[in-house]
């Protein structure tokens, strides 16, 4: 069973930065893509963006510009740099991992951003 663990959240203050990490538990070339959402209380779950098997990265226009999508095939981890954070970035924020059968999620990192 393919396990994925996010880290890295916390309290932040507004115009702080964030780096959060999402672990699998198989190599990050056995999926095909590994991408990163959010859940804030009360709204549907956000695309944020995400990394693919060749390493290309993606993003959601909104958030293109504050935010970084980089990997580690060697520990086989994700990260989520979030830089000039707003209240309204304030979720739970999730890491999938694509695979051929299925997708693979975590249980997400809570995010708050207050000063």
């Known amino acids: 069973q393919v396990q994925v663990a996010e880290s890295g959240g916390g309290l932040v203050q507004p115009g702080g930065s964030l780096r959060l990490s999402c672990a699998v538990s198989?190599?990050?070339?056995?999926?095909?893509?590994m991408g990163w959402y959010r859940q804030a209380p009360g709204k549907e779950r956000e695309w944020v963006g995400k990394i693919d098997k060749g390493g290309d990265i993606y993003y959601a226009d909104s958030l293109k510009g504050r935010v970084t999508i980089s990997r580690s095939t060697v520990r086989n981890e994700v990260y989520l740099q979030m830089n000039s954070l707003k209240p309204e970035d304030t979720a739970v924020y999730l890491c999938n991992a694509v695979g051929i059968y299925r997708t693979y999620w975590g249980q997400g990192t809570q995010v708050t951003v207050s000063s």
């Open positions: 198989d190599s990050i070339f056995s999926f095909g893509a």
